[in-house]
């Protein structure tokens, strides 16, 4: 285990996370005198980026990338604020559904915390909440982005865990709606208590017909995306792909961007690829070292020896998850305790699929718990308020999240029973599984 | 001290030219893999005669972005790390030391892995890409110079770095100029 005392030490120091997953298994090797190991850490590394499931990832961040120009931004709120707008606590339901709305089209919680947050958060202000529950709600809600497939998130676990991505993306649909629903409903709870304002009138239905239209264009990218792979019309880098293209012809034909954006937009997007992708390739080689040094066996007997019991299991990972999601980005984070826990999680009887979305879920709510929280920071960023009180403020929607956590964890049929109707689920393990809950 | 800055100031220049070539080479080809695969399903579902070679030369590209970005990345300070620990530091002199030790950590990769690639660059001419029929050194070749740039962008940061632990608070203001200037972002 030096390896992953060399890689922790120095990753906590400070070292870029893709160097510190290199570093660790090489230098263990060459203390242990296996220096012609070297060469497999290499080939492992190109081959983790040389590998065509993954040609998927550029082109989600593509459409991601052209999907959060201003514009159509501004139709999904109009939308939600079309059909929520004049309740008690309107826009801080608006800011919630245009998240889930905006999960289709970005997966990515900090352009969600971003996009909407520079929007709603002074909106929201103005309307009379307090700048700290505006930016709380913005962070909360922005975690639904890789949480609703498309999900670049997904196609990592998928990627680096050999697990179908379609599957894992219908397994994410639960979680991500309930997610949205449980903050939605705490807010309508807290919009009463605290005497919340309504945003509008009711729109009349024309506007609110005009509203639809309007944001239906841009929501078919992920319908195109999702609908195409659980179809079992394209594969995910066609959908991928297609996506992206049918993005580009809406941000286009709807003036949200001109030709002359074309290079700004995908010069963000090529660095996005080249880092996730550099870090993809790193933790591929990683990987290949736990398990060289059968790291996951040795993880399961270890918790083993705590607990046979896979509810108490489920419960003690849940809880490391959380606190490495507090200091950890969701990528490395499931790109280097994928591969150890993963296998780790099988052995006890946690089903592949199930344990997937359980731990894309968990990490991606650590993106909004401090110490280390991006979207905190970019909510405290955009709001000016200190990331303390934007955390305080920011308890009881972390509480609904964590209830969905465990909801998932303890009641698997939440999440599989969709990838077990559309087929991605061997149907005799996965019945088993639904019948006899977390164990199997 | 005079040498050393006018050294950083040098590394600092060629790393920009670096990372303007690499920002327009990357999104080209980011457009150009992008609308390859859409052709590829217009020709897989309409013309229902695959290009068998679209795959490969995606790859290929992906590739090529992938490490024409890394020493772009390191330069901008991109890469994802945890800042907990070096936080904490508040740009003292030991925080410098630290992140020379860091960059010196890196340079020992980049050396490293170059000698790898270039080992996998020289067996790549025996190998064949087989729909595009043309040598696998292609897609290697773009990794020896990567690492290289890898190894200027790391030595431009550790002089800068080291210009920190003699004089932390020079550092510190100097750092604070970059920060306003990368806000404008990464321009192709």
């Known amino acids: ?440 | 001290m005079e040498t050393l800055e006018k050294l950083g100031i040098i590394l600092n220049r060629m790393n920009n030219m670096v990372e303007k070539l690499a920002v327009n080479l990357s999104w080209v080809m980011l457009l150009a893999i992008t609308l390859l695969n859409i052709v590829q399903v217009f020709y897989r579902y309409v013309l229902n005669n695959a290009l068998s070679w679209s795959e490969e030369a995606s790859l290929w590209m992906m590739v090529w972005i992938t490490f024409v970005i890394m020493p772009v990345a390191y330069h901008k300070g991109l890469n994802i790390s945890m800042m907990l620990f070096r936080d904490m530091l508040n740009k003292n002199r030991v925080e410098y030391i630290v992140r020379c030790f860091f960059h010196l950590i890196v340079i020992v990769i980049a050396v490293v892995c170059f000698s790898q690639a270039w080992q996998m660059y020289q067996g790549g001419s025996r190998i064949e890409l087989p729909a595009l029929e043309v040598s696998k050194a292609w897609v290697y070749v773009v990794m020896p110079p990567a690492w290289i740039f890898l190894i200027l962008a790391a030595l431009g940061a550790m002089i800068r770095d080291f210009i920190g632990i003699l004089d932390p608070e020079a550092a510190r203001a100097s750092e604070e100029i970059d920060a306003t200037v990368a806000e404008g972002g990464v321009q192709p």
């Open chain 1, 1 to 440: 285990m030096m390896y992953f005392m060399i890689f922790l030490i120095t990753m906590f120091g400070g070292l870029s996370v893709v160097f510190a997953l290199l570093f660790g298994p090489g230098l263990a090797f060459v203390i242990d005198g296996k220096m012609m190991f070297l060469k497999l850490l290499y080939s492992r590394l190109f081959n983790g980026i040389y590998s065509p499931p993954l040609l998927a990832l550029p082109f989600f961040i593509v459409a991601g990338e052209i999907m959060n120009q201003g514009g159509i931004t501004k139709n999904l709120v109009k939308l939600a604020q079309a059909f929520l707008g004049h309740r008690r606590g309107g826009l801080a339901q608006v800011n919630i559904a245009s998240s889930m709305l905006f999960a289709g089209l970005s997966g990515s919680a900090v352009a969600d915390t971003s996009a909407l947050g520079s929007m709603l958060i002074p909106a929201m202000e103005r309307n009379g909440y307090t700048r700290r529950f505006a930016a709380a709600v913005t962070a909360a809600s922005s975690v639904i982005g890789p949480i609703i497939p498309p999900s670049g998130l997904m196609i990592l676990y998928a990627f680096v865990m050999n697990v179908s991505v379609a599957g894992l993306f219908a397994a994410g649909l639960f979680p991500g709606i309930a997610i949205g629903l449980g903050l939605m409903l705490l807010t309508a709870y807290l919009a009463k208590v605290r005497n919340f304002p309504v945003a509008n009138e009711p729109m009349p239905w024309s506007e609110r017909g005009k509203a639809l239209w309007d944001g239906i264009i841009p929501m078919m990218t992920p319908v195109i995306m999702l609908g195409g792979i659980l179809a079992g019309i394209f594969t995910p880098t066609e959908a991928a792909a297609v996506g992206a293209g049918y993005a580009l012809i809406v941000a286009l034909g709807t003036r949200q961007m001109k030709i002359t954006d074309i290079p700004r937009v995908f010069t963000s997007a090529a660095i996005s690829s080249g880092v996730i992708l550099m870090l993809v390739g790193a933790a591929v080689s990683f990987a290949s070292i736990v398990s060289f040094y059968h790291t996951p066996e040795k993880m399961a007997k270890l918790v083993l020896s705590v607990s046979e019991n896979p509810y108490a299991v489920f419960f003690m990972v849940n809880i490391l998850l959380f606190i490495v999601g507090m200091f950890l980005d969701a990528g490395p984070a499931i790109l280097i305790l994928g591969p150890i826990l993963g296998p780790a999680m099988v052995q006890v009887g946690i089903h592949p699929l199930h344990f997937a979305v359980c731990m894309c879920v968990n990490v991606t709510v650590g993106l909004a718990t401090p110490p280390m929280g991006l979207v905190l920071f970019v909510a405290a960023g955009l709001s000016g308020e200190s990331l303390e009180k934007i955390a305080i403020e920011m308890i009881p929607f972390l509480l609904v999240e964590v209830l969905v956590i465990f909801l998932i964890s303890y009641f698997p049929i939440l999440t599989l029973a969709i990838p077990n109707w559309l087929g991605y689920l061997d149907i005799p393990a996965a019945a088993s599984w639904i019948l006899g809950g977390v164990g199997g």
